[in-house]
């Protein structure tokens, strides 16, 4: 079988590599650069939880001491705190002394990781360097793809430009993407919803750790256009600053940009402009766009290629590991075992609906929250409101951050007898609890993810204070092991003392990208059973009898 193409080497093409190859799924990756990144401290990213742990788990390098996480996010108005957000030493969240309520149903989130792109790049750079089923192919410009029933050509221009033969072609290409292009796929969304001058520097701030969004500040000394400002510590007493440029294209003339630095850095602490060392700058566009199609035969468009995104502090490459964790598993699938039309559609199904309703959400709140101080005037406490939505949006939960859950996915098992609620729906991310693996070693359920295995889980308490030895064989642990050996794709069976919202002898079953697919009374095969065959597709359907694309 031949590999997988994919075009672009930047973090999603990468990432989709490398998840590929977890799965022994071979990959060549086409760029049109020389493969190497630029060392830019302002091009920074905010990866939550779910996407640091992937990287981690994807390289096994410790991605967690490479970036920086905030010990806390301040939202400020003028000189008023609005709101104040702590995380603990483990991550999760407290409000601070404000005295502003959290939202209803808030949930414990950890600490977002801020890191710098090209470190992010450069450790899974480093990581496919001993990979023997990833060839990179620098120095290829892809410049055309056909497909038939059996398998994708690429060209590529370049000095070593010349033909490649693909299984399936993933469009990892970036926004002006070449696949999107070349497929006729319309891109349609906002140019420029927000433009933002970005500055790098290191300097000492009074919050040293803490992340920080300060809206209306009340120094006006570049005109009275100056507006939001948000400062995120990097390590090394490093900050990324981004000021919210008003709409229109004017230029960011480098004394501007100084001034901006000097005023903010001087409100900030107070008084005079505090020593900084300038080390990067440049302009963040943001734009909303969505590809009408993620999928056309054997073709698919991830990352930017498929979606644009990044106001009110939505994190588009947050969204574009995930669209590539998505995607590994199930063309992993049809790798080693045949195209199966459901599931390869339910890429497009699952993640473009997820980010839709994320571009939604933006563009819904945008108008309210940049609506000036006449929407304030009549929306009577819509200030605080709009605070912990942008609140949310940095700090990845609610509608503008939490990660999507597949709800509506055309993979959901209908009528699943037993199914239980626990504190994760359907569809969402399984929450990363201990569990004993059945080599009796204690792991967590993330590091399980991502082999191409269904999970199982027990829910059984007491388990981990014995060896795996005095329960493997007893109780409901024999019947469970022979519906998990029957199932129709590999399953790994793991136990774990217990899961939020769930009873003892509660079954999950979970995903290879680590969704919730089920939760389950007990042990019951047939439905164990049922909701597996649902989550790979349905009942197999070879190309010829799901039709041509
Ligand atoms: C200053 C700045 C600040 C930013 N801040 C943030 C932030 O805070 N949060 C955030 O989430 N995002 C931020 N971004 C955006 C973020 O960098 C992108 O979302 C991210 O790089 C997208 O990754 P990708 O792998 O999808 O595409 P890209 O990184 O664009 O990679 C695409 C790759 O495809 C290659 N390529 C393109 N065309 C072809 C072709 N025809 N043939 C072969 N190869 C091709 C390119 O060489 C490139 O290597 C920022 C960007 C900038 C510039």
């Not at 989130?109 to 801020?114: D, E, K, S, T, V």
């Not at 009577?380 to 939490?402: C, E, I, Q």
Request: net charge neutral; charged share 20%; with cysteine.
């Amino acid at each position: 079988m031949d590999p997988v193409i994919i075009v672009g080497s930047g973090p999603v093409g990468l990432t989709l590599a490398l998840a590929l190859a977890r799965q022994e799924v071979p990959s060549v990756i086409l760029d049109e650069g020389p493969g190497k990144d630029e060392q830019r401290l302002a091009r920074t990213v905010v990866l939550r939880e779910d996407t640091v742990a992937l990287i981690e788990r994807l390289t096994g390098f410790p991605l967690s001491e490479a970036g920086f996480r905030w010990a806390g996010w301040r939202s400020m108005r003028r000189k008023q705190v609005m709101r104040e957000v702590r995380f603990d030493a483990q991550g999760d969240d407290a409000e601070g002394a404000t005295g502003a309520a959290g939202p209803e149903g808030q949930e414990e989130i950890a600490a977002p990781l801020h890191i710098a792109q090209h470190v992010l790049t450069g450790a899974l750079r480093q990581a496919l360097a001993g990979e023997r089923l990833v060839k990179l192919a620098v120095d290829n410009r892809l410049d055309a793809v056909e497909q038939e029933s059996s398998g994708v050509t690429a060209h590529t221009r370049g000095p070593k430009g010349t033909w490649w033969r693909g299984s399936y072609l993933v469009g990892c290409d970036g926004p002006r993407s070449t696949v999107r292009k070349l497929l006729d796929i319309r891109f349609p969304g906002r140019t420029a919803v927000e433009r933002h001058a970005v500055a790098a520097l290191r300097t000492e701030l009074p919050w040293p750790d803490q992340a920080l969004l300060h809206r209306v500040p009340p120094w006006r000394t570049s005109g009275p256009s100056a507006g939001e400002v948000t400062g995120r510590p990097l390590s090394d007493g490093v900050w990324r600053l981004d000021w919210l440029l008003p709409p229109g294209k004017d230029l960011v003339t480098p004394e501007l940009l100084l001034t901006r630095i000097r005023e903010t850095l001087a409100g900030w602490t107070e008084g005079q402009t505090p020593p900084y060392e300038l080390l990067d700058t440049g302009v963040h566009t943001v734009h909303h766009r969505l590809a009408r199609r993620w999928r056309v035969g054997r073709v698919f468009l991830a990352g930017d290629a498929a979606h644009l995104l990044g106001a009110l502090g939505t994190q588009g490459l947050d969204e574009g590991l995930r669209d590539a964790d998505n995607l590994a598993w199930k063309l992993a699938l049809a790798w080693h075992h045949g195209p199966h039309e459901a599931l390869l559609d339910s890429y497009q199904a699952e993640r473009r609906a997820v980010v839709a309703a994320r571009l939604r959400a933006a563009d819904q709140a945008l108008p309210l929250v940049r609506g000036g101080a006449g929407l304030r005037a009549v929306v009577p406490g819509s200030a605080r409101g709009h605070d912990s939505l942008l609140t949310d949006g940095h700090l990845g939960r609610g509608v503008l951050g939490a990660p999507g859950a597949y709800a509506d996915s055309p993979l959901a098992p209908r009528h699943i007898e037993g199914e239980v609620p626990v504190d994760t729906p359907p569809g969402a991310p399984v929450v990363d609890v201990g569990v004993t693996a059945e080599d009796g070693s204690f792991v967590r359920l993330r590091d399980r993810l991502g082999h191409g295995a269904l999970l199982v889980v027990l829910v059984a308490p007491g388990t981990g204070v014995w060896e795996r030895k005095h329960w493997v064989t007893a109780g409901v642990m024999p019947r469970l092991a022979a519906a998990v050996t029957a199932l129709p794709h590999p399953a790994e069976l793991l136990v774990a003392e217990s899961y939020p919202g769930a009873a003892a002898h509660t079954v999950l079953l979970v995903r290879p990208d680590g969704h919730l697919v089920t939760a389950l009374s007990g042990v019951r095969p047939a439905d164990l059973y049922a909701a597996a065959e649902a989550t790979l597709g349905g009942p197999a359907k070879t190309e010829a009898t799901a039709g041509s694309r």
